[in-house]
């Protein structure tokens, strides 16, 4: 039963699947964003489910016994500063659509004028 | 100190960035910007001059020893990435004072002044580190400021040219997560020269062919390879002038940088083009990428879209010279990610000058500015001609190392295509030179147009000088880059 074994993977395959899909198909902007943090949350769930070890305990020294079995910390620790790049990028992407909003009325990708077609000044 | 110098590089506009916000004036924000950015260019000097004989700096972060710390490791590739970034950075931001102050309301100067240190403190941090993982956060750094840069254009398109680049930019960066993730997992380690070491004993197994798709991807994402450019034109398009100068001659050339390090050091050329023959797909895309898009930037009306189709274009002949995977193809490359910035930094600044003077880059707005604007437009020239590749030009010089790899593969219709768009580049070129120098300028006594202000005729022709001196005497820079593809290759001693 390996492929049961990689649950914490398949979770992170189809949240993947499920923010990419929402990037590409939704047009609204903020349903995009959401998209977007999905994506990314996957990824945070595949470096976290990275360092977990069955029967790992947590990586503080514990002395006076030879069995022990640390996890990883240093994926959780990347993933941190990953989960701030993540909410960075979802901040400034809710101002520029608070911004687009502001500009051209609506939020919705079909109702704003095609940026490559409207070229005149 | 001088030991510290890898670290200042990048720390130093990274916490100029705050502060540059903090004090809140338009003049003492861009002189701090300023000073940092001569800052980054002497430090990067430095650093060429400490690795042109062929030395590694080392620096470990903290005193963390490699392996477990983050380690910044400059070779001939990264210093000469790093010099055209700080040579740019100076540049523009000499260029920006007065281009910014008529383009950004007052009170958002000294924000966009720290965004801006912001992006230059990413771009070099990419450059200078030996660290996977802060590759990724570096990028973030770079790519978000870029972001923010990007939609303070005043045209309310930049929003929506912003937006769609933040949405593709952070799929491009979280790939690049996903590859470093799945190499760590396999490896137990970030830093790239363990990388290298231990990624061998465990090529076989199906995990790191994927972490090299996804970070391919990520990476064609970033360096707007054809068809994954969609971002790109409508960014330098509506960008404020001073940022699509900035970001066009040195955000890409990052990313293409980052390909090259991470297929050639990390992976090793015989595992990316041996056994995942990735020039079987970035040949083609390269390709493609220059003949379709310089074809496309002919019909353009806008000048700035132009130039930007012009780009993917040109990162199309650096694909192409890494695509070649030997010392020549690669020399080319790099020379090309220099020389091109010089050249797109000129154009762009060009067009900023245009939009400082008459408020638009439409072509037919441009009519007889060639005699009103002859500084300008004689530099529009300049770059023209860079990047057409005429002799004596930089352009030249990498279209010349280009050919030689083609040819070295017996590569001749690949030559040929690299000689046919440099045609297209002379129309794209003409259509401006046509109206600017051989059409009257409109008699409207509304609007005396005039030469454009010192602040901004200055840096550019900086760079027009820089694009003829390194094309009539490329020892410097053929030296460097040959070294660079050289440690690339791993044939240096």
Redo the contacts between chains.
């Keep these: 039963m390996q492929a049961l074994g990689l649950f914490n993977y398949w979770v992170v395959v189809f949240l993947m699947m499920v923010g990419?899909y929402t990037?590409i198909a939704r047009g609204n902007?903020v349903k995009?964003?959401i998209g977007?943090t999905i994506?990314?949350t996957s990824?945070f769930i595949?470096?976290i489910s990275?360092g977990k070890i069955t029967g790992g305990t947590p990586p503080y020294l514990i002395t006076g016994r030879e069995d022990v079995v640390y996890s990883?910390p240093?994926?959780h620790v990347?993933i941190l500063?990953?989960i701030v790049?993540g909410v960075?990028?979802t901040a400034?992407?809710l101002s520029?659509?608070v911004?687009?909003k502001e500009?051209?009325g609506t939020i919705e990708e079909d109702e704003?004028p095609d940026?490559?077609q409207?070229?005149g000044? | 100190m001088s030991e510290h110098f890898p670290v200042f590089l990048v720390t130093v506009p990274l916490i100029a960035a705050p502060i540059a916000a903090l004090v809140n004036r338009p003049a003492l924000s861009w002189l701090i910007a300023m000073a940092s950015a001569a800052w980054t260019l002497y430090a990067s000097v430095w650093l060429v001059g400490q690795v042109r004989t062929g030395g590694v700096v080392t620096y470990e972060m903290g005193g963390w020893a490699a392996p477990y710390g983050i380690e910044y490791r400059i070779d001939a590739a990264n210093a000469f990435v790093a010099l055209i970034i700080a040579i740019i950075g100076v540049a523009v931001t000499l260029y920006a004072r007065q281009s910014i102050a008529r383009e950004i309301e007052r009170d958002r100067i000294p924000l966009f002044y720290a965004a801006w240190l912001l992006s230059l403190s990413g771009l070099l941090g990419i450059t200078v580190t030996g660290d996977a993982?802060n590759v990724?956060?570096f990028l973030?750094v770079s790519s978000?400021s870029a972001?923010?840069l990007i939609?303070m254009g005043q045209d309310?398109?930049a929003?929506?040219?912003?937006?769609r680049y933040?949405?593709m930019g952070?799929?491009g960066?979280?790939f690049i997560?996903?590859g470093i993730?799945l190499m760590?997992?396999m490896t137990?380690t970030?830093n790239m020269a363990d990388l290298a070491e231990r990624l061998p004993a465990v090529m076989d197994q199906r995990t790191i062919p994927v972490a090299f798709a996804f970070l391919t991807v990520g990476f064609s994402l970033k360096l707007a390879l054809f068809p994954l450019h969609l971002w790109l034109?409508?960014a330098y398009t509506?960008a404020p002038s001073a940022v699509s100068a900035f970001i066009a001659s040195t955000g890409t050339k990052v990313a293409v940088y980052m390909m090259l390090r991470f297929f050639f050091t990390v992976f090793g050329a015989a595992f990316a083009f041996d056994q995942m023959q990735v020039d079987m797909i970035l040949l083609p895309l390269a390709l493609v990428a220059i003949f379709s898009m310089s074809l496309v930037a002919i019909f353009q009306?806008?000048v700035k879209?132009l130039l930007a189709y012009s780009s993917v274009a040109q990162i199309g002949y650096m694909i192409l010279g890494v695509s070649m995977a030997s010392v020549t193809g690669l020399t080319a490359a790099v020379l090309h990610l220099f020389n091109h910035a010089l050249m797109k930094g000129v154009l762009f600044m060009a067009m900023g000058a245009v939009m400082y003077r008459i408020g638009?880059v439409?072509i037919e707005?441009m009519r007889g500015l060639g005699r009103r604007m002859p500084w300008t437009m004689a530099a529009f020239v300049g770059g023209g001609l860079s990047i057409i590749g005429v002799p004596l030009t930089v352009g030249f010089i990498s279209k010349w190392y280009l050919i030689s790899g083609a040819l070295e593969r017996g590569w001749w219709p690949v030559a040929m295509l690299v000689l046919i768009t440099s045609l297209f580049a002379l129309i794209y070129v003409w259509r401006v030179v046509e109206v600017a120098y051989f059409e009257e300028f409109p008699d409207d006594e509304a609007r005396p147009v005039e030469e454009a202000p010192l602040g901004l005729l200055v840096p550019l022709w900086a760079l027009v000088v820089a694009n003829f001196y390194f094309g009539i005497d490329a020892s410097f820079t053929t030296d460097v880059a040959t070294r660079a593809a050289e440690t690339l290759m791993g044939v240096a001693p």
Excluded: C, H
Excluded at chain 2, 159 to 163: E, G, I, P, R, T
């Design positions: 990419f990037i902007l995009k964003l977007l994506f990314q990824v595949l470096y990275m990883n240093i994926p990347l500063t990953a790049v960075a990028t400034l992407g520029l659509v911004r687009i500009a051209y704003i940026v490559i409207d070229d000044q | 993982f990724f956060v973030e978000l972001y923010a939609a309310r398109r929003l929506m040219a912003s937006y933040l949405i952070s799929i960066a979280t997560v996903i993730g760590y997992a137990g970030l034109p409508n509506f009306e806008n879209r638009s439409q707005a």
